[in-house]
């Protein structure tokens, strides 16, 4: 009975104490992979296995490859040519879904965060930046084809500026033109001719462009002075500016006045300055009697302690005196001789000389001709300066140059210049003198009063 009995009690199994034995890392109160096994097997065990990997997964699952074993794979850069060589080949008319799915496409693989610049929050935006050498971006080979891809896709014939102005929207516009903040220049170049295409096949997006480019000027001049792509926006709107109808919308005025002339203001302007010089021609051409507006900007924003933007003013206003109507220059032909005064004074010679050069200029000679009974009593005195004082022998040649055309143009009203010049120096060096015998009253009647406890004394040494 007692056989029975115990018979029917379950066996204490000996595979444990078999794996144990097998494995002497395994103590008393580890696990072993059979109760493991065990455990899995248990309802509970099984709903859980079942709600977080179901079946079809699990029994899907294969062992990863290591990095070094995982073959290339092209996949996406093959797919991304194939569709570059379907747009280039002059396909039927884009259908809506298909316009949405490349915008789509262009968006995620191009619309990004850019990472900060680490160069540019060790050193200061100034002209030193003309030297740093280009950043190119790692991921260019797959930026390039989707690039390409949105160009071909914008200028395609296939595509329908009525029905692609939903997708092509204001939103795709902004973050376009945030990408010109790059560092590569290969980006920004492709940038520069994608949003010209738009510019010129979505007529009804034109003024919201425009806004947002004036907005990254406002910006970049008036907060921080940082953007990578600003010659590369002023190189599409010098194309932009060529269009514009005559006459001139008030918007394209303030955009002149508001937007392009403080561009002059910058530190950097030298990365962007011939794009911009001829931004601002295009409007004079344009419309001359913008000339003198823009010459009393450049006035108001003329560098004093920067030599090389100051020949750069001098050259940009070169360009704009050749174009200048007669009225329009005697707008602003006094305060704008006195400022070529002081740069003819400069004992930088690169600036006394461009500022000289001048005078090469037959246009400007002109003017200066047809206006000298006012321009002549201001220039002169700065040439007579420069010819007793100035240090340069090159700009010493060319003041003396500038005096014989000068007196060969009216030489009765030079010397009548020279004259005053003369008194005038005159009465400066009396005054001078007059000054230090006041002083030098003074200290000897300060030397002959008694000094009291904290009086203070005047010391010569």
């Not at 002023?234 to 500016?241: A, Q």
């Not at 021609?281 to 000339?291: G, Y």
């Not at 400066?428 to 004394?457: C, D, F, H, M």
Request: hydrophobic share 40%.
């Amino acid at each position: 009975m007692w056989k029975q009995i115990l018979g029917k009690l379950p066996r204490k199994s000996q595979k444990p104490d078999q794996d144990s034995s097998r494995n002497p890392n395994l103590g008393p109160n580890s696990s072993s992979p059979g109760s493991s096994r065990a455990n899995a097997s248990s309802p509970a065990a099984k709903r859980a296995s079942a709600a977080v990997f179901p079946a079809s997964v699990i029994a899907g699952i294969e062992p990863l490859l290591a990095f070094k074993d995982v073959p290339k794979k092209e996949l996406k850069r093959a797919t991304l040519l194939e569709l570059l060589d379907f747009v280039s080949q002059n396909p039927p008319k884009f259908s809506e879904p298909v316009i949405l799915a490349s915008c789509k496409m262009c968006s995620i693989n191009l619309f990004r965060v850019f990472p900060p610049n680490c160069r540019s929050s060790n050193t200061s935006s100034g002209e030193n930046d003309n030297d740093d050498e280009p950043t190119f971006d790692p991921a260019w080979s797959h930026l390039q084809i989707v690039y390409d891809f949105l160009l071909k896709f914008v200028t395609s014939t296939a595509l329908e500026a009525k029905v692609a102005k939903k997708y092509i929207n204001h939103s795709f516009i902004m973050r376009i033109i945030d990408l010109f903040d790059t560092e590569d220049p290969r980006e920004r170049d492709c940038l520069k001719a994608i949003l010209h295409r738009i510019y010129g096949k979505f007529m009804v997006h034109r003024p919201f462009i425009r806004k947002c480019v004036s907005n990254v000027f406002y910006r970049f001049v008036f907060e921080t002075e940082k953007h990578n792509g600003i010659a590369e926006l002023l190189e599409i709107f010098g194309s932009v500016i060529t269009g514009f109808a005559l006459p001139l919308k008030e918007e394209h005025k303030i955009f002149l006045s508001r937007a392009l002339i403080p561009l002059h203001k910058p530190k950097s302007l030298g990365v962007y300055f011939q794009q911009l010089s001829y931004c601002v021609t295009q409007f004079i051409e344009k419309d001359s009697k913008l000339a003198s507006s823009v010459i009393q900007g450049l006035l108001k924003y003329w560098p004093i302690t920067n030599s090389q933007k100051e020949v750069m003013f001098l050259g940009e206003l070169e360009e704009i005196l050749e174009v200048i109507n007669m009225a329009e220059f005697q707008k602003v032909m006094v305060p704008l001789f006195w400022r070529l005064g002081h740069c003819i004074n400069s004992y930088h010679f690169q600036v006394a000389e461009r500022a000289l050069f001048l005078w090469n200029n037959d246009q400007v000679v002109n003017l200066i001709a047809n206006n000298r009974h006012d321009l002549l009593p201001i220039i002169l005195p700065a040439l007579e300066a420069n010819a007793q004082n100035h240090w340069n022998q090159a700009v010493l040649n060319l003041t003396l140059n500038v005096r014989k055309m000068l007196v060969e143009m009216d030489d009765v009203l030079v010397m009548a210049c020279i004259s005053n010049y003369q008194e005038e120096q005159q009465r400066k060096n009396l005054e001078v003198e007059k000054r230090k015998e006041v002083w030098k009253r003074l200290e000897n009647a300060a030397s002959l009063q008694p000094i009291a406890g904290n009086t203070a004394v005047l010391v010569n040494h």
